[in-house]
């Protein structure tokens, strides 16, 4: 009989390869076929087999994979293998997407890679800070106050601290230990380099060798010891990785130290010194674990920034808000609001939820939500949103949308989903290590057999040697080294250049990018209001005195547009006059009298307002403006419009060429922005920009990348506020303004220190540069290993008599190791353009 079923979990052909033979090898079953790309199998069996029995077969290789019938979603079922344990306070992934969006309710180790399960930041948390008694922690109130018990004073409690920054003390600390134990060992075998070396005056070279042995013990069974318990699993789950390799090769390095230190006599002179003892390897063992642990704390360092980007969202959400009860105001936590309470929100204040203006007019700073620098003037029945900042107006509102229904939670959670929905980049060494593991085993396994056989007397330490030698020069400290050498020099050039790299994710896929999102303000633009131009009517005031009169009565004003032409009146050195009897008009614009004028300086409302009549050449050159997407107050004196003030988010003066540049390496380029329409295809159009979409929201960015990923195509984001975070964290290489909010700094790969466009042209060749180079120090890892694998198993000893003892094989791979820190090191002269 033959059934169909539903694989979850596969993500490449080796997991389409591995599930087909778990499910050919269960007994009961004739074939079976994967197909990876419709995620099915294909069952021939000789009876019905329980799914059951299917789903723990999968399980037992490795809990990655689970099956079900066509159209089941998948279920959890529990899996003998244990979980991490210890008490979690949030959800943790693996930062290799190893099982898709599977998580885990505690920290650990992922059971495919071994890597360090990292906690997701959400919005589950306390927004309201707690105190308590130093003298009695059993007392914790939600405000300040007396104990109940001694009467002290009530201090806040300490925020928990993190299972990440705990993860990094503690790999901190056993680095140290090992560093501290390491570097004896270290120096102790290095001296046998030395000409009538002269610490062995002071004691024999066996006792040394115990010296060594002694300092080896807490670096391999303290401070790295969980590098071979991943090892232990790795095997045991066969998802074999780079612990595999470290695991066998330090460990067996460090075992056959301890025989050759204990047995001495039953080695062969030639792997012996002139003392009569047996080359022992606890440096080498020692020296590469320490560099692995190294690695681990570099690693633990930037996951502790992993989720840095919603932690900076979750900063936008004020603890507090004032209710409305009755008349009275109460300040209460942001988790007790409803929905339906009537809310104040006071001058400068962070809007606490989402919902209408009840009450009060206002202007509010939304650039957290749209992007834009200028205010959006708000009044009685408009929505305002949690997060933005309220301008000098108190209003009241009625809260609609509270927790995790406001749009701040949504951009975080979009954010949160986007960066785990990542898929992983295979590494290259990791691609290497899969097939390179279990191939270096079997030929060390087949040198045993062979040598045991067939070898000389005594056969069997001939055998043992041989196959450790194998072992020893296959050890992944090269291979390990080979990549974060190369991002590590690679990282510290783009910072020289203004590039900021995040990891190494980023530089290894910016070259493949064929379609570069990006923002407008902010990004291409300056991001901040400014006067590009003043215009006046024929035969009236001069420009200079159109510019004193706005220039006088906005030095009154708070309003950012105002505070744009304050600014460009002092680049023109205008002097200002004294205004009186000044009066802001929300939405409108100001009115005042500078000396002895009525001024008023607004919109169209304002103007008929206050009966300005408007020449007709003015009003055109207004309108053509206007079209353009600029802002153009009036300005009128005595009830007469005498000119204009065109304001705009000036474009960067390298955006351009940068572009322009992009274009002509096949890149696509498109401008999304939350800006309007004409605004949008004047900037377009400036740029020789074909693509564009403007009055965009955050969501509408997220799915213009996935729109394009689906396509096929490697998608850049490029921006710098907290609405393009979400494209940012979805698309394969996110680049951001350093300009611009830590929001979107922390959720792109990479970022601009100078917010300008030509460093993602820099960025293309530092991507390029790093990646060859990658490539020729795996090349260097595996040379000599590739070349002294067969030398070790002693294929050259029946014609030559030569044999690679694991001295030999311990130099060849300082060699290449060497060689990949020298390769490396090259980056540090490139020229980047």
């Given amino acids: 009989m033959k059934h169909d079923y539903q694989i979850h979990g596969m ?141 002290m004073n009530l201090v806040a409690m300490e925020p928990q601290e993190s299972d990440e920054n705990k993860s ?105 010194t002139e003392a009569g003892t047996v080359h022992v390897y606890f440096e080498a063992a020692t020296v590469i674990l320490t560099l692995v642990l190294l690695g681990q704390l570099l690693e633990a360092r930037a996951h502790q920034r992993t ?156 055998a043992l040697v041989n196959a450790i030698a194998v072992l020893i020069i296959a050890c992944p400290c090269a291979l390990g080294l080979a990549t974060p050498m190369s991002v590590m020099v690679g990282v510290g050039k783009g910072a020289q250049n203004g590039v900021l790299i995040k990891n190494a994710e980023a530089l290894e896929t910016l070259n493949k990018v064929e379609v570069l999102i990006i923002d407008k303000t902010g990004t291409i633009t300056e991001g901040t209001p400014s006067v590009e131009k003043v215009g006046v009517s024929e035969g009236g005031f001069s420009e200079k005195e159109v510019l004193q009169f706005v220039v006088s009565l906005n030095s009154l004003s708070e309003h950012p547009l105002a505070e744009a032409t304050v600014q460009h009146g002092k680049m023109k050195d205008i002097e200002v006059l004294e205004a009186t009897d000044f ?29 300005a009549a408007v020449p007709e050449k003015l009003q055109v050159e207004i309108l053509q403006q206007q079209k353009k997407g600029k802002t153009v107050p009036m300005v009128a004196v005595d009830n007469t419009v005498v000119g204009y003030v065109v304001i705009s988010d000036a474009i960067k003066s390298t955006s351009k060429e940068a572009i322009a540049t992009l274009q002509k390496k096949g890149i696509e380029v498109i401008m999304l922005t939350g800006d309007n329409e004409d605004t949008a295809r004047a900037v377009a159009n400036e740029l020789n920009i074909k693509h564009f979409k403007a009055e965009v929201l ?28 979400p494209a940012l964290a979805k698309s394969d290489v996110g680049i951001a303004m350093g300009t611009g909010t830590d929001v979107a700094i922390e959720s792109a790969g990479i970022t601009l220190v100078k917010g300008d466009l030509q460093g993602i042209v820099k960025a293309f060749t530092l991507s390029e540069k790093v990646m060859r180079n990658i490539k020729q120090n795996l090349f260097f890892a595996l040379i000599y290993n590739t070349l002294g694998v067969p030398v070790a198993a002693g294929v050259l000893f029946p014609i030559f008599g030569i044999l690679l003892s694991p001295m030999i094989a311990a130099l060849a791979m300082s060699f290449s190791s060497v060689s990949v820190i020298a390769n490396a090191l090259r980056l540090r002269s490139i020229r980047l353009k």
């Avoid at 339906?340 to 009840?358: N, Q």
């Avoid at 009066?583 to 009966?611: F, I």
Wanted: with cysteine; net charge negative; glycine share 8%.
């Fill in 11 to 151: 993500t490449c052909q080796g997991c389409r390869q591995h599930v087909e033979d778990v499910l050919t090898g269960i007994k009961g079953v004739a074939k079976a076929f994967v197909d990876l790309e419709k995620a099915e199998a294909t069952i021939e069996m000789d009876s019905h087999i329980p799914l059951e029995v299917l789903q723990q077969a999968l399980q037992e290789k490795g809990a990655r994979y689970s099956i079900t019938l066509p159209g089941h979603e998948q279920q959890h079922i529990p899996h003998k293998e244990k979980m991490p344990k210890g008490k979690g306070t949030g959800t943790y992934y693996c930062p290799m997407h190893c099982e898709g969006e599977k998580t885990y309710d505690a920290p650990g180790d992922c059971p495919v890679c071994g890597m360090d399960l990292v906690e997701e930041v959400s919005m589950m948390r306390t927004s309201q800070t707690q105190y308590t008694c130093p003298m009695h922690p059993e007392v914790v109130r939600d405000e300040p106050g007396d104990c109940p018990i001694c009467g």
């Fill in 168 to 272: 990094y003390k503690i790999l901190r600390r056993k680095f140290w230990i090992a560093l501290g134990f390491t570097l004896p060992i270290f120096l102790i075998a290095m001296s046998e380099m030395v000409h009538n070396n002269p610490i062995y005056t002071w004691m024999p070279m066996k006792y040394w060798n115990w010296v060594q042995f002694g300092l080896s013990i807490p670096v391999v069974f303290y401070a790295t010891w969980m590098f071979f318990e991943r090892a232990y699993r790795s095997v045991k789950t066969w998802n074999l990785n780079m612990f595999t390799l470290i695991g066998i090769g330090a460990g067996v390095a460090w075992l056959f130290s301890v025989f050759g230190m204990l047995f001495p006599d039953i080695f062969p002179a030639q792997f012996k």
């Fill in 307 to 462: 989720n840095s980007a919603v932690k900076e969202l979750l900063k936008l959400a004020p603890n507090k808000a004032i209710r409305i009860v009755n008349g009275t105001e109460e300040e209460i936590a942001i988790d007790e609001i409803s929905k339906g309470d009537v809310l104040r929100v006071k001058p400068g204040e962070k809007i606490p939820v989402d919902g209408s203006i009840t009450k009060g007019e206002t202007s509010v700073d939304e650039s957290m939500i749209s992007g834009e620098p200028v205010p959006v003037n708000k009044r009685e029945g408009d929505g305002v949103s949690s997060g933005t900042i309220n301008g000098n107006r108190s209003f009241e509102m009625k809260a609609e949308k509270v927790g995790s229904e406001t749009l701040l939670a949504q951009i975080i959670q979009m954010v949160n989903n986007a960066s785990r929905s990542r898929a992983p980049i295979q590494k290259l060494a990791d691609t290497i290590s899969g097939y390179f593991v279990p191939i270096v085993v079997l030929v060390s396994i087949i040198t045993f057999v062979v040598w045991a056989i067939f070898g000389p007397d005594p056969a069997y330490v001939f």
């Fill in 583 to 611: 009066d802001a008009v929300t939405g409108k614009g100001v009115t005042g009298e500078v000396h002895g004028k009525k001024v008023a300086v607004g919109n169209q409302k304002l103007m008929e307002d206050v009966k």
């Fill in 698 to 725: 955050p969501k509408q960015k997220l799915e213009e990348v996935e729109r394009y990923q689906k396509e096929g195509k490697k998608v850049a984001m490029a921006g710098d506020g907290i609405n393009d975070a």
